[in-house]
């Protein structure tokens, strides 16, 4: 097992919720809206089912797997203070995992899940402590103080003159936010090999696909995704909403991110247009309106809202030009088993039926590039993108967390890995660090993509980062 060392972020993190919790207004709320927010302590009961009943190895990859041990680390991780703070007055429930059983389990050694989450105790790896602790943001601005979550934008804040370029290069990245951080005996985390990796190739936009680390709060906007932008890319800079931002009630990503001069052009709104020769690409925020547990599955709009973002992906799309649509969470599950509702469905009703011609997506932390090929992805059932082509569908969600090969990526013939069929190609380079720690032993390298525009061509190649080599390697190209 990894050594995990509890850093002055996590104290912040702590001093930060203790302060919440205690307020007047926190407490008083939570009297009131009871029956609600209890909903989320039985999420997390349903959670910890999956590491009981031991089906995290043996059911198909889900989402309430990622929160299995939250209610033992609110109830003997965290500061004791906190936990009862939390029992008193929020009526935590106990956890039913044992000490003793947790303390000799091999999960804590690590393992890897279908999709490339990495299952182990260490930072940003999926038992990291503070992903259970941050929970606490979400279940205060969800139930608690929903009136405290920044109001939706949709009328922009400046007036900008849209330019229209004949060619470009655009770098995508995605789930980004972790800022610096020591990676064992690494010369450099993902995250600076990543914008290190973008900037020597010279791109014109760099658009974020959302995700900053560990709740999108203010200090973390500034510290984890302002911090390490250049500041020469003033105006070519775009970023998504995504589940994380939403914990904090996107106030970060509001007040700070998108506040920032740096991303201008986006004019303090999560949606956004770039038209770039034959193309236009459009920004739509999947996380706001999402209703659903933690803000997982992704929507564009729902009944409290966000309607704009359909007339505006509508309204793109009638302009005749090849649309390639941005989004924070998956158009299809990982491994193209199935389509991801309500947000599938949601982007097709705006193009009446159609998808985009392409779409880039992060949420799930891996590279994965979908075939385009006819009869490549049975799911979508003869749709087709709004030029009449099998759309293109990427996954770019790899840029700083740590993953691993995921187990359900490929099949094993006869001793070799095959990349399952729907798939062309998925980020499986080991990271090979020359001192690994255990989780280090089963982790991939990290990435990014870059798009490359002119006139009506379009060329896509996907690049890995790593200590070893001191230049982005691209491994994907078409």
Same mark, same amino acid.
């Given at each position: 097992?990894?050594?995990?060392?509890?850093?002055?972020?996590?104290?912040?993190?702590?001093?930060?919720?203790?302060?919440?919790?205690?307020?007047?207004?926190?407490?008083?709320?939570?009297?009131?809206?009871?029956?609600?927010?209890?909903?989320?302590?039985?999420?997390?009961? *349903?959670?910890?089912?999956?590491?009981?009943?031991?089906?995290?190895?043996?059911?198909? #990859?889900?989402?309430?797997?990622?929160?299995?041990?939250?209610? #033992?680390?609110?109830?003997?991780?965290?500061?004791?203070?906190?936990?009862?703070?939390? $029992?008193?007055?929020?009526?935590?429930?106990?956890?039913?995992?044992?000490?003793?059983?947790?303390?000799?389990?091999?999960?804590?050694? &690590?393992?890897?899940?279908?999709?490339?989450?990495?299952?182990?105790?260490?930072?940003?790896?999926?038992?990291?402590?503070?992903?259970?602790?941050?929970?606490?943001?979400?279940?205060?601005?969800?139930?608690? @103080?929903?009136?405290?979550?920044?109001?939706?934008?949709?009328?922009?804040?400046?007036?900008?003159?849209?330019?229209?370029?004949?060619?470009?290069?655009?770098?995508?990245? %995605?789930?980004?936010?972790?800022?610096?951080?020591?990676?064992?005996?690494?010369?450099?985390?993902?995250?600076?090999?990543? @914008?290190?990796?973008?900037?020597?190739?010279?791109?014109?936009?760099?658009?974020?696909?959302?995700?900053?680390?560990?709740? %999108?709060? *203010? $200090?973390?906007?500034?510290?984890?995704?302002?911090?390490?932008?250049?500041?020469?890319?003033?105006?070519?800079?775009?970023?998504?909403?995504?589940?994380?931002?939403?914990?904090?009630?996107?106030?970060?990503?509001?007040?700070?991110? @998108?506040?920032?001069? *740096?991303?201008?052009?986006? *004019?303090?709104?999560?949606?956004?247009?770039?038209?770039?020769?034959?193309?236009?690409?459009?920004?739509?925020?999947?996380?706001?309106?999402?209703?659903?547990?933690?803000?997982?599955?992704?929507?564009?709009?729902?009944?409290?809202?966000?309607?704009?973002?359909?007339?505006?992906?509508?309204?793109?799309?009638?302009? &005749?030009?090849?649309?390639?649509?941005?989004?924070?969470?998956?158009?299809?599950?990982?491994?193209?088993?199935?389509?991801?509702?309500?947000?599938?469905?949601?982007?097709?009703?705006?193009?009446?039926? $159609?998808?985009?011609?392409?779409?880039?997506?992060?949420?799930?932390?891996?590279?994965?590039?979908?075939?385009?090929?006819?009869?490549?992805?049975?799911?979508?059932?003869?749709?087709?993108?709004?030029?009449?082509?099998?759309?293109?569908?990427?996954?770019?969600?790899?840029?700083? @967390?740590?993953?691993?090969?995921?187990? %359900?990526?490929?099949?094993?013939?006869?001793?070799?890995?095959?990349?399952?069929?729907?798939?062309?190609?998925?980020?499986?380079?080991?990271?090979?660090?020359?001192?690994?720690?255990?989780?280090?032993?089963?982790?991939?390298?990290?990435?990014?993509?870059?798009?490359?525009?002119?006139?009506?061509?379009?060329?896509?190649?996907?690049?890995?980062?790593?200590?070893?080599?001191?230049?982005?390697?691209?491994?994907?190209?078409?």
């Amino acid at each position: 097992m990894d050594e995990y060392s509890f850093s002055g972020e996590y104290q912040s993190i702590i001093n930060e919720i203790n302060t919440l919790l205690h307020t007047d207004l926190a407490k008083d709320a939570f009297q009131l809206v009871k029956k609600d927010a209890t909903e989320f302590w039985d999420y997390l009961i *349903r959670c910890e089912q999956c590491y009981l009943d031991g089906s995290y190895t043996t059911a198909d #990859y889900s989402h309430d797997m990622e929160n299995m041990l939250a209610l #033992y680390t609110l109830n003997h991780v965290i500061p004791l203070e906190l936990t009862n703070t939390l $029992k008193e007055y929020y009526e935590l429930p106990p956890s039913k995992i044992s000490q003793d059983k947790l303390s000799l389990d091999s999960i804590l050694d &690590g393992f890897v899940a279908g999709d490339g989450t990495l299952y182990a105790f260490s930072k940003y790896c999926q038992l990291d402590p503070l992903w259970m602790l941050v929970l606490v943001y979400y279940f205060l601005y969800k139930y608690i @103080i929903p009136g405290e979550v920044h109001p939706f934008v949709t009328k922009p804040s400046n007036m900008l003159i849209d330019l229209t370029l004949p060619s470009a290069k655009i770098a995508v990245l %995605g789930d980004w936010g972790t800022g610096k951080w020591k990676d064992g005996k690494e010369a450099k985390c993902a995250a600076q090999l990543v @914008i290190e990796g973008i900037t020597s190739l010279n791109p014109d936009y760099i658009i974020h696909l959302g995700d900053v680390y560990y709740a %999108g709060t *203010r $200090k973390e906007e500034q510290e984890h995704l302002l911090a390490l932008l250049p500041d020469d890319f003033r105006g070519k800079l775009y970023t998504m909403n995504s589940n994380h931002e939403m914990y904090d009630g996107a106030n970060g990503l509001f007040k700070v991110a @998108i506040s920032d001069p *740096r991303f201008g052009p986006q *004019r303090g709104r999560t949606y956004f247009s770039i038209e770039i020769g034959e193309w236009v690409l459009v920004g739509l925020d999947s996380a706001y309106y999402d209703e659903s547990a933690l803000y997982m599955d992704g929507a564009i709009h729902s009944k409290k809202g966000g309607q704009e973002q359909a007339a505006f992906l509508s309204e793109k799309a009638k302009l &005749g030009k090849k649309l390639m649509l941005f989004t924070h969470h998956n158009g299809i599950e990982y491994d193209a088993s199935k389509l991801n509702d309500p947000l599938w469905g949601q982007i097709c009703s705006a193009l009446d039926g $159609k998808t985009p011609d392409v779409w880039y997506w992060g949420h799930v932390h891996n590279g994965i590039v979908y075939k385009d090929t006819k009869d490549a992805l049975p799911i979508l059932k003869g749709v087709t993108s709004i030029h009449g082509n099998v759309p293109k569908l990427r996954c770019c969600g790899h840029a700083s @967390i740590p993953f691993g090969n995921g187990t %359900g990526l490929y099949k094993t013939v006869d001793g070799v890995q095959e990349t399952i069929a729907p798939v062309e190609y998925y980020t499986h380079t080991p990271l090979n660090a020359p001192h690994s720690t255990p989780s280090q032993h089963l982790r991939v390298l990290n990435g990014f993509a870059m798009l490359e525009i002119n006139g009506s061509d379009l060329t896509e190649t996907f690049y890995e980062v790593s200590n070893q080599h001191p230049k982005p390697k691209a491994v994907w190209t078409k």
